[in-house]
């Protein structure tokens, strides 16, 4: 029962999402106007805006103007409920779980706006630096000066790269890398960027390899720095054990 309510209460937190990944890039306030059909402007009723439901009910379309709406909307909802529900079959229930479900918050906007914009919101990452640096002062890491040196380490790192790939780098990911850094520590963030760096040359390589993007075409890295991040913190020490084995076996 208590993971069908999770489950519920992050498709609602991922239509959240989709508005302040959608509107804050571009100065818009996420409290109004009220959603409405970027095609006919109608205005979205309640029971349009039922995560996931609504959008299949309808069709994927407008039930004004019949345009079809972004399957962005549910994907990032239908995420957002899952990983919300993953957490805690991962980590067990702990306290830790507060910083889960904040990162995973975090994430799924970014994911949004990186995605939608090719842009990391200074404002999304500002304030959520302020709730990290309040969850890690109750529950810091061991030892907890660790969220201190991941977060240096973490961009500086990435500003190193910024600066020998001239531009490689975008400014938005070396910030929310540092956050990363800050959150998960030294170990954990070195394992995420390796994962993120690997997930989007593999992605980037299919792409170019099926002729789904230009070969110098930049990509959103955003996802991909969640898709390792959220891999790293869930299964570090598994990973770890498989590499420390198979080095052993070599």
Request: glycine share 8%; hydrophobic share 50%.
């Given at each position: 029962m208590i993971i069908l309510v999770i489950f519920i209460y992050g498709l609602i937190l991922g239509s959240f999402f989709n508005v302040v990944g959608l509107r804050v890039p571009v100065k818009k306030s996420i409290i109004a106007p009220r959603s409405a059909c970027p095609?006919?402007?109608?205005q979205l009723r309640a029971f349009e805006l039922i995560p996931v439901?609504?959008?299949?009910?309808?069709?994927?379309?407008?039930?004004?103007?019949?345009?079809?709406?972004?399957?962005?909307?549910?994907?990032?909802?239908l995420m957002t409920g899952l990983l919300f529900v993953s957490a805690p079959l991962l980590l067990g229930w702990t306290?830790?779980?507060?910083?889960?479900?904040?990162?995973?918050?975090?994430?799924?906007?970014?994911?949004?706006?990186?995605?939608?914009?090719?842009?990391?919101p200074d404002k999304v990452l500002l304030v959520f630096a302020g709730i990290f640096l309040l969850e890690r002062l109750i529950l810091p890491l061991?030892?907890?000066?660790?969220?201190?040196?991941?977060?240096?380490?973490?961009?500086?790192?990435l500003f190193l790269i910024a600066i020998v790939s001239r531009g490689g780098m975008g400014g938005g990911d070396i910030k929310l890398f540092a956050l990363v850094g800050?959150?998960?520590?030294t170990k954990v963030f070195l394992l995420s960027f390796f994962l993120a760096t690997l997930f989007?040359?593999?992605?980037?390589?299919?792409?170019?390899?099926?002729?789904?993007?230009?070969?110098?075409?930049?990509?959103?890295f955003g996802p991909?720095?969640?898709?390792?991040?959220?891999?790293?913190?869930?299964?570090?020490?598994?990973?770890?054990?498989?590499?420390?084995?198979f080095l052993a076996g070599v």
């Open positions: 095609n006919c402007s109608h439901l609504s959008y299949i009910i309808q069709g994927g379309k407008c039930r004004q103007c019949q345009t079809r709406i972004s399957p962005l909307y549910p994907i990032v909802e306290l830790e779980l507060i910083v889960a479900w904040t990162l995973i918050s975090l994430f799924m906007i970014i994911f949004v706006s990186d995605i939608t914009y090719m842009l990391i061991s030892p907890w000066w660790d969220s201190l040196l991941g977060g240096v380490i973490a961009f500086f790192l800050f959150v998960v520590g989007g040359a593999f992605v980037g390589g299919i792409g170019i390899l099926f002729k789904l993007t230009e070969r110098k075409k930049p990509i959103p991909f720095i969640a898709v390792g991040t959220l891999t790293a913190y869930y299964f570090y020490e598994p990973i770890l054990s498989f590499y420390l084995s």
